[in-house]
């Protein structure tokens, strides 16, 4: 599978940098948040999740943080390096959809430079 | 299997003809997505299967499409009369439901892609 086309909103770092990939969700009701990775002909992978009760959670390299007051996600990745290209994502569900249905983003283009 | 395997992995066809698109989930996941992605969006909700409840079907653009999944396990796609806005590239997921987090990690195949001449 090919990854999303050409007018992607696109970040572009150096290695070694910090990253910030920032998402809006739309549904107040939403109440547990994925942030998936998309690598060039591949699916979508799974990086980190974070329920509503929380409002931050670190994993390797990578940090979720949510603002639910303005309905707000953001994924930081520590020390950016060239494997960290790809497409991010980020994903919501809800108990309202028993947490079946996970409505994604529109997604942003990571470009790390050596 | 270790991962969702999709087949095929490109299929390009003429406007009009049928196509049948297949996922292999991974083995004991009891719920099996499909998601549509085209050039320059986001990935849109499709169907979803779930044990042997009524697939939710809200996400389909139209009595075109259709999808089963027989045995609880491998699920087809298929698009018929296709037209060119079909092309895109059709992921499958599966999850294991019933983790006990509430959770629903989807795992996804690496995707058909569609292109309609």
């Known amino acids: 599978g090919e990854s999303v086309g050409l007018h992607l909103p696109t970040l572009s770092v150096q290695e070694g940098d910090n990253s910030i990939i920032n998402c809006a969700y739309s549904?107040?009701?939403?109440?547990?948040f994925i942030w998936y990775k998309q690598e060039s002909g591949k699916g979508p992978q799974f990086i980190i999740d974070?329920?509503?009760?929380?409002d931050k959670r670190q994993g390797q390299r990578v940090t979720v943080l949510l603002n639910k007051t303005v309905k707000h996600l953001s994924l930081q990745i520590a020390a950016t390096q060239p494997g960290d290209s790809a497409v991010y994502f980020c994903?919501?569900?809800?108990?309202?959809?028993?947490?079946?249905?996970?409505?994604f983003g529109t997604g942003t283009r990571l470009l790390v430079s050596p | 299997g270790a991962g969702v395997s999709q087949s095929p992995s490109n299929k390009v066809t003429e406007k009009g003809k049928d196509v049948e698109l297949r996922c292999d989930p991974i083995?004991?996941?009891?719920?099996l997505y499909w998601y549509r992605q085209s050039l320059g969006q986001g990935l849109e909700f499709l169907i979803y299967?779930?044990?042997?409840?009524?697939?939710?079907k809200s996400g389909l653009p139209s009595d075109r499409f259709s999808a089963e999944r027989t045995g609880g396990s491998v699920s087809t796609l298929t698009i018929q009369r296709t037209q060119q806005e079909d092309s895109a590239v059709y992921l499958c997921?599966?999850?294991?439901?019933?983790?006990?987090?509430?959770?629903?990690?989807?795992?996804f195949g690496a995707g058909s892609r569609l292109t309609v001449l």
């Open positions: 974070i329920r509503s009760n929380m």
């Open positions: 997921a599966s999850s294991l439901v019933g983790s006990g987090t509430g959770a629903n990690v989807l795992t």
């Open positions: 549904n107040s009701a939403s109440d547990y």
């Open positions: 994903a919501e569900t809800g108990l309202n959809t028993g947490f079946q249905k996970l409505v």
């Open positions: 083995s004991g996941h009891t719920a």
């Open positions: 299967f779930q044990g042997n409840s009524a697939p939710d």
